[in-house]
Structures are given as structure tokens and as C-alpha cells.
């Protein structure tokens, strides 16, 4: 069993920077590769950015690509959304994902973690 516990999220105005944390615990994190979705109001689960746990390869979705950055710190078992440039359009529940292999895929994550709020304001 894997264990996700997101935090960092917030209220910021459009332009501003966050940066989201997602701790792992429990089986070995760096079996997993790690990942970030996120659900705005009235709408499906979409892909943000996913990465292996071991580093080697990233992978992020049009939209966010050149403002969201994925990294980790395997000392921490911590896994980071790095977001710049936020608009108002990013608002949502960040959730923090873990699965067998690198996807833009809900259906493909084993583990979710509970959520966080981002919410920018214009």
C-alpha cells in the first residue's frame, strides 16, 4: 500500500507561482511512477505531468508544458509540482498519483492521494 499526502495548494492571482508537494510513504515509492492530475469544478479528472520515480523521464501535458515542472526528492520521498504563471483556467483539485508506469491515464494509476486546492483569482 502507498500512502500520498498533497499540500501547498492555495489562492494566488493570475501570474503568480506555487509550488505543490506530494509525500510518499509506505511500499516502496520508487517502484511507482509519479504523477499529477487535477478536476476543475464540472469537469473530468485531466492529466497535468508524470514522471519515474527514479527520474529518468518526464512527460507533461500541452497545456502546462513551459510553466509546470515534476521533480522529486528521493531523500524526502517527496515528489513536487513546481507551477509558474498560473491562470485563472488552472484552477482546480491537484491530485497526486502513483502507478505502474508513466500515463496520461486515470484508469492507469493504482494509488490517489486526498487532493489540494489551487484556486487563482484574476
Known amino acids: 500500500q502507498v500512502q500520498l499526502v498533497e499540500s501547498g495548494g492555495g489562492l494566488v492571482q493570475a501570474g503568480a507561482s506555487l509550488r505543490l508537494s506530494c509525500a510518499c510513504s509506505?511500499?516502496?515509492?520508487?517502484?511507482?511512477?509519479m504523477g499529477w492530475f487535477r478536476q476543475a469544478p464540472g469537469k473530468e479528472r485531466e492529466f497535468v505531468a508524470t514522471m519515474r520515480w527514479s527520474g529518468a523521464g518526464t512527460y507533461y501535458a500541452d497545456s502546462m508544458k513551459g510553466r509546470f515542472t515534476i521533480s522529486r526528492d528521493n531523500a524526502k520521498d517527496t515528489v513536487y509540482l513546481q507551477m509558474t504563471s498560473l491562470k485563472p483556467e488552472d484552477t482546480a483539485v491537484y491530485y497526486c498519483?502513483?502507478?505502474?508506469?508513466?500515463?496520461?491515464?486515470?484508469?492507469?494509476?493504482?494509488?490517489w492521494g486526498r487532493g489540494t486546492q489551487v484556486t487563482v483569482s484574476s
Open positions: 498519483a502513483a502507478g505502474g508506469v508513466m500515463s496520461t491515464m486515470s484508469s492507469a494509476i493504482n494509488y
Open positions: 509506505g511500499r516502496t515509492c520508487g517502484n511507482y511512477a
